[in-house]
């Protein structure tokens, strides 16, 4: 995995970082992650890039399960979705329950005055 970049970044500044953040839990009990491009998104115009079988997904979701992140916030997409990977999370009365993996924001969307 040494070998690997995310843009030009090597993935082990992420898992570096992942570690830290990890270590740090008594002070700073979530991990949330922001990002440019979505890791997932249903939007069609680049549905490709934002697949679970993207090459970035493949890259990084994992270690956003491993090192336990909470929230992944993105952006790009001018859209607004919230998404769940894992299938076992449920939501009741705001409160999220059986949370194994990060919950996905997508928040795109874009003003316009009218």
């Not at 992942?18 to 740090?24: F, G, M, T, V």
């Amino acid at each position: 995995m040494s070998n690997m970049y995310i843009g030009q970044l090597p993935i082990t500044r992420l898992v570096n970082d992942l570690i830290k953040a990890n270590e740090s839990r008594a002070q700073q009990p979530f991990i949330i992650v922001v990002t440019h491009r979505p890791l997932l998104c249903s939007d069609g115009s680049e549905l490709q890039q934002h697949l679970p079988n993207s090459t970035l997904f493949k890259t990084v979701y994992p270690l956003f399960v491993k090192y336990q992140v909470q929230l992944i916030i993105t952006g790009h997409i001018h859209v607004y979705e919230r998404i769940f990977f894992d299938n076992t999370t449920t939501i009741t009365n705001n409160t999220y329950i059986n949370v194994r993996s990060p919950v996905i924001i997508v928040q795109g969307t874009w003003w316009s005055i009218r």
